[in-house]
């Protein structure tokens, strides 16, 4: 694996654009409204971030890790900048909504070791919150680069670094408390964008649109810093912006002539389902040259789906490019080429669940395998029996391990964990450097990587990484009859309505003849207000039932496979409202909302129900009031709609925490209207409120990769 490396850094990129008189790089960044906000070039750019570097340099180390926590804006690249052009460390990070994920931000500014955080964006006001909130975080100076990046007499010249020199440190995105942070190398950055330019046609001439999170490394990296690199101009808004109207990312597309972009298959599943047709008629996608399809599992049908919707529009089936990654690997790890249409290879399905790649006969049953394209040059792909760590041959699958100059130095601070990570040796193989084990299932079809699957427990709902312990943990905080530690939560993948998340969880051996119907309530409503996850299925049973290794480990899969079988001692089990929906294979019949009288409680609560009904395709009487809607089968994405549809129809603007906050209809009608609930015996169980810090994030939702498991694919 001898690859040619590019000089340089993204900081001497970024100088040499300030230079060039034939430079038309730019950054436009978008309002919620798609009007432009903010426009920046690269010279006042490299001007804002070298007076931001003179602070780093005066207040911290070279090498030191600087926290950047900002909502969406130019400042944030300012600010990563500043970061390269000193040689301090970037730590990206959200900033948590209100309280919400305050102990994340705490771990990453704990583990990190950060003495400074930048930030912009409005966070500056929030910061003193949090402070107050935490001593972890009142002990980092704390500087808003607003005020400090417009004395040029505060400018620092380009620090010189070691290529080898980690150039950030990206956070795994899930929600667990203890993240852990990867190292990438100035040298693992500039190859990665190395290959993305060659792979995907980027150029000067090129227009990259994005709205993923900059926090985040598919947005980072791919949407912002690529467009440096390779000199051309990028359009941004704030994913916010997208999930409150998808119109706006291809009303952008189409007035800025973008060329290249990239989401998650949920945001291209969105578009498809959200965006009526008399809204796409203005629409002109003929410009697009790619759009990466990654992040998350690759729906076929959400591929066809988008195509059907918006080929008239321009759209071409060519223009999708799957692709897989991961944080690991800085990026990049496969791509489709430019102008070739994804492959779909039909196999087997039950040779795949055996472990075996066969084409799919006429008469067998046949499972829809996308191709997530072909390594990069210089990428080493090895398909490996993880149990042995052998190789395995091209017609079965194994874990998928790597090798190449992108792969990351390691987790920060966490020697054992990168140990068992990164430099891994194949049996049998004399391998020098050693390959990244990535977690993730898949083979190697006709020089294709398909990923079929993930040895690692992450649940990966719209973009979002959900840890299955932390749902576990919750639920069981949630009764006292819950027994602790006795639960296993596990995703289905290829389920009817996306993938399902599953609960088995043990009763106290003293509980078992509880009335389920109050524990499956709290333990809906409990994930539901502190994850922003809705559960599909709880499955009560006996003291012991759950299945463990001979150390006391939970055994997820092993629990899904015994589940599926019936061989769980079942006391009890509850489906959502939209499960029960769809296993009695009910099509959605999205309903047109009755207009209601804006603040008067009887009209809102029937407004309420049937928005909620029309969405979750059920019938109005099977949508109570005093139900948690989460319990219903609201997810996250309708939670955001649901806001947004609301705010429209009382037209005052509603905050997207609306539903977590407030989380049945009966809730939201006395919060909006300041009318106490007609039957408070009626009322859901009570839950306490989420801690400080727990739960989900909007822009969590958006995290499209869990480092340490989960890539593009």
């Known amino acids: ?34 009007a432009v906000f903010e426009r920046c070039g690269a010279a006042e750019l490299a001007a804002r971030a070298a007076r931001v570097a003179g602070f780093l340099e005066r207040e911290s180390a070279p090498g030191a890790p600087v926290l950047l926590v900002f909502q969406p804006c130019v400042d944030f690249l300012v600010a990563f900048l500043a970061c390269q052009w000193s040689g301090r460390l970037a730590v990206p990070i959200n900033p948590p909504r209100r309280h919400r994920l305050i102990q994340r931000l705490q771990a990453v500014a704990t583990d990190s070791g950060a003495a400074i955080a930048l930030t912009g964006g409005g966070v500056a006001e929030q910061s003193a919150l949090w402070q107050a909130d935490s001593p972890e975080l009142a002990a980092i100076r704390w500087q808003d680069v607003g005020d400090i990046d417009s004395d040029p007499a505060q400018a620092t010249p380009l620090r010189a670094v070691d290529p080898t020199a980690t150039c950030f440190i990206q956070y795994t995105s899930g929600s667990t408390a203890l993240p852990k942070g990867v190292e990438v190398s100035h040298a693992n950055l500039m190859a990665d964008m190395a290959r993305m330019e060659e792979a995907w046609g980027l150029s000067p001439a090129s227009t990259m649109v994005t709205w993923l999170p900059a926090f985040h490394d598919l947005g980072l990296i791919f949407g912002l810093l690529q467009t440096l690199y390779s000199g051309c101009p990028v359009v941004q808004m704030a994913p916010n912006s997208f999930l409150q109207r998808p119109l706006l990312w291809l009303e952008a597309i189409s007035r800025f002539r973008g060329t290249h972009t990239a989401a998650p298959s949920f945001a291209y599943d969105l578009c498809a389902r959200r965006i009526p047709p008399e809204a796409r008629a203005g629409l002109d996608l003929a410009s697009l040259v790619m759009a990466m399809n990654a992040a998350e599992p690759i729906d076929p049908q959400v591929m066809e789906d988008f195509i059907t919707a918006f080929g008239p529009h321009g759209f071409r089936r060519e223009t999708f490019a799957p692709a897989y990654g991961l944080a690991e690997s800085t990026l990049a790890v496969t791509a489709s080429p430019v102008g070739v249409a994804p492959r779909l290879f039909p196999l087997d399905a039950a040779a795949l669940e055996a472990g075996r790649i066969a084409e799919a006969g006429a008469a067998s049953r046949r499972h829809l395998i996308p191709g997530s394209g072909a390594p990069l040059p210089d990428v080493a792909v090895a398909i490996v029996d993880p149990e042995t760590g052998r190789r395995q041959p091209p017609d079965r699958v194994g874990e998928i391990w790597l090798g190449g100059p992108t792969i990351a130095g390691g987790y920060w601070r966490r020697p054992e964990e990168s140990a068992a990570t990164f430099g891994v040796r194949v049996a049998d193989e004399d391998e020098p450097t050693g390959y990244l084990r990535t977690g993730d299932l898949g083979a190697l079809i006709d020089g294709e990587l398909c990923v079929t699957g993930r040895i690692k427990d992450l649940i990966i709902l719209s973009g979002a990484n959900h840890y299955p312990q932390d749902i576990e943990r919750v639920a069981q905080g949630a009764h006292p009859a819950l027994r602790a530690g006795g639960g296993a939560a596990f995703g289905l993948v290829g389920e009817a309505g996306g993938e399902q998340v599953v609960l088995v969880q043990e009763l106290e051996r003293t509980q078992r ?29 006996e003291p012991g039932a759950v299945l463990r290794t001979s150390s006391g480990k939970i055994q997820r899969a092993a629990n899904r496979q015994a589940w599926r079988e019936g061989a769980l001692p079942v006391i009890a089990e509850w489906r959502s409202a939209r499960q029960e929906a769809l296993d009695a294979a009910r099509e959605p019949q999205p309903a047109a909302p009755a207009r209601a009288l804006a603040m008067e409680a ?60 407030h989380p049945t209809i009966a809730a939201m009608v006395a919060h909006l209207t300041g009318v106490p609930p007609a039957s408070p015996a009626q009322a859901s169980p009570s839950i306490p409120a ?18 340490g498991a989960r890539g593009h694919d």
Do not use: K
Request: cysteine-free; proline content about 8%.
């Open 602 to 661: 009887p009209a809102l609560e029937h407004w309420l129900r049937d928005w909620l009904a029309g969405r979750l395709a059920l019938p109005a009487s099977a949508v109570p009031v005093d139900r948690g809607v989460g319990e219903l089968g609201l997810t996250s994405l309708d939670a955001v709609d649901l806001a947004g549809a609301l705010g429209t129809h009382l037209g005052r603007a509603l905050p997207q925490t609306l539903a977590f906050d």
């Open 513 to 541: 003849r509880t009335d389920p119907a109050p524990l499956f309530g709290a333990i809906s409503a409990a994930v539901w207000q502190t994850l922003e996850l809705q559960l599909s299925r709880i499955v009560l049973v």
């Open 1 to 34: 694996m001898n690859a040619v490396l590019p000089a340089g850094t993204i900081a001497t990129r970024l100088a040499a654009l300030a230079e060039s008189p034939e430079d038309r790089w730019s950054i436009t960044f978008l309002d919620s409204h798609g």
């Open 690 to 707: 989420p801690p400080p810090g727990a739960g989900g994030d909007l822009e969590e939702l958006l995290s499209l990769i869990e480092g």
